[in-house]
């Protein structure tokens, strides 16, 4: 842990190396092949270059030709850019710096050398680089000649470590006025002595000086005294044990120190003299970890009345009393993270009121720490605690929460509470109601198995998170479950609940309206109800993949698709990869016009109905890869692609034809606000065999511009086949009508009618009677008392021509009928004299005649089917008024009369 005011003063260091190591970040999945040039900067970096390029724009301020062979810097190769302003030439092989480099380079700012093999550093060098700003000469092999810093006035930043210098000592007067941070770290001098830092005598700017891993052994009395204006030191790693870190203290006592980091310094123990020498000064940040410390005594902090930042993680305390943190009254944060390891034979104690010396104290890392038990009187006295983190520990006292668990911290006001990975197996009503101010609460990676009806969360009305992934059991919900944390903004349940946890009648979430963020991943979830947002207005992020919520959206399911997110309309967020989705309702994504970013990936989608994301104006991050997309239509994406910052939709079996990729790969090649992440890499074709394993890059857009002949071909062939298969079901079951009226269209067209003798002769009999053998009979007694002086009927067995033959009496008799008359009965279909002779005569009349001169009287029912096999007649060719049924009824009888009369007495002219 580092204070805010540390890390200010250390940011000196990450500014200057952003500066040395240049604005370029290289991928190293892409090998350079050429310097890369933007805005002014040029990267030359990897390219295994021997001289600086000669061919780069003039007018660049930045250059980086680090990790190359080069192995020097001459003028004459610089000369081309004199308005640089940065220059990174690390990790090569250069040797010496050049006396004419700054004259060549006037303006030069910012000079990296690290990782080279420069050796000799004499006076005139850097005469003429007055306005560098930071020099790093790092793991060179330096020897300085003379001053060659003095004229270095502007330099802030300066980096000599891993030179094994034998000495700090970098000049003999007083120079570098402008230094901030300097660094001497992994160098191999073994003494400061009075005099070392006499040459930044007049350094008033120093605040950072970095002696990590410097072997020291002994501290010349007033080593500091010529820098006594340092507000950070760093001796990280350097092994000087308890005596030497007390004289350093000592050495220190006086001067404007700040920030003091002693990590890895062996410093086994802590005495309470150790710090003695820190009483005079204004320590507010003291790093201690990773020591191997065992021991404390009592009262060690008690000089360092002003610490604010205490760090002693990664040690093998042993134990905390009431006075281990005795006087450290201003303290603020204290880092203990696996400070307390766990022995062979014993474990380590954290004392009842332990740290109630630390009343100011806000913040307090116990991570990974063996504690032994957590008691009532734990955490008592730390009455301004804000944060407290105690994850990732096996404390018998967490395994089942209850109030009294945590009721040291009833007078605490904390906000932030870390239970993550506690083992902790039950949630007992009121666990939490000491914590009143409580609003982040993390509880992931526990063994948590119960049902949660509300009880648990007691108290926290102002916990805003509620963290409780990857629980190793399950946890079950119920419609209480959140009743009691009506202000909760986040909720985390992924890979933590029952697969039926959330198929309830009423949902868990109701109560939440201020809800914004849910996570419910990784669960197996496949039955939930549409109410399950119900109530979650704010709602803005909302994570669900890794389920198996395939069938809720499928057309079939039973009751239709669940539309679940229809009570979420300010979703901003959605996941849904991983679920096995094959479909997207039409409305499932219904009225999110404020949804951002929306992950379907890794499904099984093959097809989007057209105006499934017309809602979706909103859009800026699209995820769609691993699914089953074959065609990307504007029907589909012209909505959600009109915004979008980036687009993933790799690694999906892409049909390269016109129809189906077109409108996209124009879309690609013309999108300048859009990034799509290896486009030409993971957009693959998979169908027709010419673009096969292509990147749909490589699809010709131009082939499709003569598409328009062959659309025409394609609408002229088809309506063809679709006009023979309508012909030919209309001939399979209507050609009978249209043989029908052909013939009489040819007889009347080729003047085969009759009408002049149809309109003028006089008929012997109005109508020919042809009738089976069986039904004579019937016509006897049903027909013959029907004839009078108006009404004559032609009976073959009665009014046959004498002197005739049968067929010519019959042919005869026909022409000197108006009408013919069939008295349909299944005896005459089987009749194969009327079948063969009359019918064909009766046919030619109703061809010359009209539809009226054929009368059918059916005696039975007899199908059409039949009628026309045997009599080539069907009842459509007739008009209805010439077909008549015998009534079944005798009372109808009449009225078949009166019918059959009216049909003789009709005239065969072609009126209708």
């Given at each position: 842990?580092?204070?805010?005011?540390h890390?200010?003063?250390?940011?000196?260091?990450l500014?200057?190396?952003?500066?040395?190591?240049?604005?370029?970040h290289?991928?190293?999945?892409?090998?350079?092949?050429?310097?890369?040039?933007?805005?002014?900067?040029a990267?030359?970096?990897?390219?295994?270059?021997?001289?600086?390029?000669?061919?780069?724009?003039?007018?660049?301020?930045?250059?980086?030709?680090?990790?190359?062979?080069?192995?020097?810097?001459?003028?004459?190769?610089?000369?081309?850019?004199?308005?640089?302003?940065?220059?990174?030439?690390?990790?090569?092989?250069?040797?010496?710096?050049?006396?004419?480099?700054?004259?060549?380079?006037?303006?030069l700012?910012?000079?990296?050398?690290?990782?080279?093999?420069?050796?000799?550093l004499?006076?005139?060098?850097?005469?003429?680089?007055t306005?560098?700003t930071?020099?790093?000469?790092?793991?060179?092999?330096l020897?300085?000649?003379?001053?060659?810093?003095?004229s270095?006035?502007?330099?802030?930043?300066l980096?000599?470590?891993?030179?094994?210098?034998?000495?700090?000592?970098?000049?003999?007067?007083?120079?570098?006025?402008?230094?901030?941070?300097?660094?001497?770290?992994?160098?191999?001098?073994?003494?400061?002595?009075k005099?070392?830092?006499?040459?930044?005598?007049?350094?008033?700017?120093?605040?950072?000086?970095?002696?990590?891993?410097?072997?020291l052994?002994?501290?010349?009395?007033?080593?500091?005294?010529?820098?006594?204006?340092?507000?950070?030191?760093?001796?990280?790693?350097?092994?000087?044990?308890?005596?030497?870190?007390?004289?350093?203290?000592s050495?220190?006592?006086?001067?404007?120190?700040?920030?003091?980091?002693?990590?890895?310094?062996?410093l086994?123990?802590?005495?309470?003299?150790?710090?003695?020498?820190?009483?005079?000064?204004?320590?507010?940040?003291?790093?201690?970890?990773?020591?191997?410390?065992?021991?404390?005594?009592?009262?060690?902090?008690?000089?360092?009345?002003?610490?604010?930042?205490?760090?002693?993680?990664?040690?093998?305390?042993?134990?905390?009393t009431?006075?281990?943190?005795q006087?450290?009254?201003?303290?603020?944060?204290?880092?203990?993270?696996?400070?307390?390891?766990?022995?062979?034979?014993?474990?380590?104690?954290?004392?009842d009121?332990?740290?109630?010396?630390?009343?100011?104290?806000?913040?307090?890392?116990?991570?990974?720490?063996?504690?032994?038990?957590?008691?009532?009187?734990?955490?008592?006295?730390?009455?301004?605690?804000?944060?407290?983190d105690?994850?990732?520990?096996?404390?018998?006292s967490?395994?089942?929460?209850?109030?009294?668990?945590?009721?040291?911290?009833?007078?605490?006001?904390?906000?932030w509470?870390?239970l993550?990975?506690?083992?902790?197996?039950?949630?007992?009503p009121?666990?939490?109601?000491?914590?009143?101010?409580?609003?982040?609460?993390?509880?992931?990676?526990?063994?948590?198995?119960?049902?949660?009806?509300?009880?648990?969360?007691?108290?926290?009305?102002?916990?805003?998170?509620?963290?409780?992934s990857?629980?190793f059991?399950?946890?079950?919900?119920?419609?209480?479950?959140?009743v009691?944390?009506?202000?909760?903004?986040?909720?985390?349940?992924?890979?933590?609940?029952?697969?039926?946890?959330?198929?309830?009648?009423?949902?868990?979430?109701?109560?939440?309206?201020?809800?914004?963020?849910?996570?419910?991943?990784?669960?197996?979830?496949?039955?939930?109800?549409?109410?399950l947002l119900?109530?979650?207005?704010?709602?803005?992020?909302?994570?669900?993949?890794?389920?198996?919520?395939?069938?809720?959206?499928?057309?079939?399911?039973?009751?239709?698709?669940?539309?679940?997110?229809?009570?979420?309309?300010?979703?901003?967020?959605?996941?849904?990869?991983?679920?096995?989705?094959?479909?997207?309702?039409?409305?499932?994504?219904?009225?999110?016009?404020?949804?951002?970013?929306?992950?379907?990936?890794?499904?099984?989608?093959?097809?989007?109905?057209?105006?499934?994301?017309?809602?979706?104006?909103?859009?800026?991050?699209?995820?769609?890869?691993?699914?089953?997309?074959?065609?990307?239509?504007?029907?589909?994406?012209?909505?959600?692609?009109?915004?979008?910052?980036?687009?993933i939709?790799?690694?999906?079996?892409?049909?390269?034809?016109?129809?189906?990729?077109?409108?996209?790969?124009?879309?690609?090649?013309?999108?300048?606000?859009?990034?799509?992440?290896?486009?030409?890499?993971?957009?693959?074709?998979?169908?027709?065999?010419?673009?096969?394993?292509?990147?749909?890059?490589?699809?010709?857009?131009?082939?499709?511009?003569?598409?328009?002949?062959?659309?025409?071909?394609?609408?002229?062939?088809?309506?063809?086949?679709?006009?023979?298969?309508?012909?030919?079901?209309?001939?399979?079951?209507?050609?009978?009508?249209?043989?029908?009226?052909?013939?009489?269209m040819?007889?009347?067209?080729?003047?085969?009618?009759?009408?002049?003798?149809?309109?003028?002769?006089?008929?012997?009999?109005?109508?020919?009677?042809?009738?089976?053998?069986?039904?004579?009979?019937?016509?006897?007694?049903?027909?013959v008392?029907?004839?009078n002086?108006?009404?004559?009927?032609?009976?073959?067995?009665?009014?046959?021509?004498?002197?005739?033959?049968?067929?010519?009496?019959?042919?005869?008799?026909?022409?000197?009928?108006?009408?013919?008359?069939?008295?349909?009965?299944?005896?005459?279909?089987?009749?194969?004299?009327?079948?063969?002779?009359?019918?064909?005569?009766?046919?030619?009349?109703?061809?010359?005649?009209?539809?009226?001169?054929?009368?059918?009287?059916?005696?039975?029912?007899?199908?059409?089917?039949?009628?026309?096999?045997?009599?080539?007649?069907?009842?459509?060719?007739?008009?209805?008024?010439?077909?008549?049924?015998w009534?079944?009824?005798?009372?109808?009888?009449?009225?078949?009369?009166?019918?059959?009369?009216?049909?003789?007495?009709?005239?065969n002219?072609?009126?209708?």
């Amino acid at each position: 842990m580092m204070c805010a005011h540390h890390a200010r003063l250390l940011s000196w260091i990450l500014v200057t190396c952003c500066v040395l190591t240049g604005p370029y970040h290289c991928d190293a999945s892409e090998k350079k092949t050429s310097c890369y040039v933007e805005d002014g900067r040029a990267d030359c970096s990897r390219l295994r270059l021997s001289a600086i390029p000669s061919d780069l724009p003039r007018n660049i301020t930045s250059l980086d030709v680090s990790h190359n062979i080069l192995r020097g810097i001459t003028p004459p190769s610089l000369s081309p850019y004199p308005g640089l302003l940065h220059l990174d030439a690390g990790y090569n092989s250069i040797t010496k710096v050049d006396a004419g480099l700054c004259q060549t380079l006037p303006l030069l700012q910012t000079l990296n050398l690290e990782h080279n093999q420069v050796h000799l550093l004499k006076t005139g060098d850097m005469s003429h680089c007055t306005r560098l700003t930071s020099l790093d000469l790092a793991s060179n092999r330096l020897k300085l000649q003379g001053e060659p810093f003095s004229s270095l006035q502007n330099l802030t930043f300066l980096d000599v470590s891993k030179n094994k210098l034998q000495s700090p000592k970098l000049g003999s007067q007083p120079q570098l006025p402008s230094l901030v941070n300097f660094s001497l770290a992994f160098n191999e001098f073994t003494t400061l002595k009075k005099d070392d830092f006499s040459f930044l005598d007049h350094s008033s700017s120093l605040q950072v000086l970095n002696l990590s891993s410097v072997p020291l052994k002994t501290l010349e009395p007033g080593c500091f005294q010529a820098i006594s204006g340092l507000r950070t030191l760093i001796m990280d790693g350097g092994n000087l044990g308890t005596l030497m870190v007390s004289k350093l203290c000592s050495e220190l006592s006086g001067t404007a120190i700040d920030a003091l980091s002693l990590r890895k310094m062996n410093l086994v123990m802590v005495t309470n003299k150790t710090f003695t020498g820190l009483q005079k000064t204004n320590l507010t940040f003291l790093d201690l970890s990773s020591n191997a410390m065992g021991q404390i005594e009592e009262g060690s902090f008690q000089w360092l009345s002003n610490l604010q930042t205490l760090n002693l993680s990664h040690n093998n305390i042993k134990h905390l009393t009431n006075r281990t943190f005795q006087g450290l009254s201003r303290l603020k944060k204290l880092a203990l993270t696996e400070a307390l390891v766990k022995g062979r034979t014993s474990s380590p104690v954290i004392d009842d009121f332990a740290f109630q010396p630390l009343g100011m104290l806000e913040s307090l890392m116990l991570q990974r720490t063996a504690i032994r038990e957590i008691g009532e009187h734990t955490f008592a006295g730390l009455k301004s605690l804000k944060k407290l983190d105690i994850s990732w520990i096996n404390c018998p006292s967490l395994r089942n929460i209850t109030n009294k668990t945590l009721a040291s911290l009833a007078d605490s006001p904390v906000r932030w509470l870390n239970l993550i990975n506690t083992n902790i197996a039950q949630i007992n009503p009121g666990s939490f109601s000491a914590l009143r101010n409580l609003t982040v609460l993390l509880l992931d990676y526990n063994h948590i198995k119960q049902t949660l009806t509300g009880r648990e969360f007691e108290g926290l009305d102002q916990v805003q998170e509620i963290h409780m992934s990857n629980n190793f059991q399950s946890i079950d919900l119920s419609s209480s479950s959140f009743v009691n944390v009506p202000n909760l903004r986040v909720l985390t349940l992924g890979r933590s609940l029952k697969a039926l946890a959330l198929n309830l009648d009423h949902s868990p979430f109701k109560p939440l309206t201020n809800l914004s963020v849910l996570d419910l991943s990784n669960n197996n979830v496949a039955n939930i109800k549409d109410n399950l947002l119900e109530g979650l207005a704010n709602l803005k992020v909302l994570k669900l993949q890794h389920n198996n919520l395939a069938r809720l959206w499928k057309s079939a399911n039973l009751g239709g698709p669940v539309l679940f997110l229809k009570d979420a309309q300010r979703l901003e967020s959605l996941q849904m990869d991983y679920n096995g989705l094959d479909e997207i309702p039409l409305k499932a994504l219904k009225g999110l016009t404020h949804l951002r970013e929306l992950s379907l990936s890794n499904n099984l989608i093959n097809s989007l109905k057209d105006s499934v994301f017309d809602d979706l104006k909103s859009l800026q991050v699209l995820r769609f890869e691993k699914n089953s997309i074959t065609s990307v239509r504007p029907e589909v994406f012209r909505t959600p692609m009109s915004n979008l910052t980036q687009l993933i939709m790799g690694r999906n079996p892409f049909d390269c034809t016109c129809e189906s990729i077109l409108w996209f790969v124009t879309w690609l090649n013309t999108t300048n606000t859009t990034s799509v992440p290896n486009v030409r890499d993971e957009y693959v074709c998979n169908t027709p065999r010419a673009y096969f394993n292509h990147s749909i890059m490589d699809f010709d857009p131009l082939s499709c511009k003569d598409m328009t002949p062959f659309q025409t071909l394609y609408i002229v062939s088809s309506t063809a086949v679709i006009m023979l298969i309508v012909t030919a079901l209309t001939v399979r079951f209507h050609g009978w009508r249209i043989h029908f009226y052909w013939n009489i269209m040819i007889n009347r067209t080729l003047g085969f009618s009759d009408a002049k003798v149809d309109e003028g002769r006089e008929y012997e009999y109005d109508a020919y009677v042809i009738r089976a053998e069986e039904d004579s009979s019937w016509v006897e007694r049903r027909l013959v008392p029907l004839e009078n002086e108006k009404c004559q009927f032609c009976l073959e067995d009665r009014d046959s021509v004498a002197g005739m033959s049968q067929v010519e009496s019959i042919v005869t008799n026909m022409k000197k009928s108006r009408k013919i008359m069939f008295v349909v009965t299944e005896s005459l279909l089987k009749d194969p004299w009327c079948r063969r002779f009359k019918v064909y005569h009766a046919l030619q009349q109703v061809i010359e005649e009209s539809r009226d001169s054929v009368i059918l009287v059916f005696l039975q029912d007899v199908h059409d089917h039949k009628l026309f096999h045997s009599l080539f007649l069907r009842r459509g060719m007739l008009r209805p008024r010439c077909i008549l049924d015998w009534p079944v009824h005798k009372e109808r009888i009449a009225a078949f009369h009166q019918k059959l009369l009216i049909a003789l007495g009709l005239t065969n002219r072609l009126k209708d």
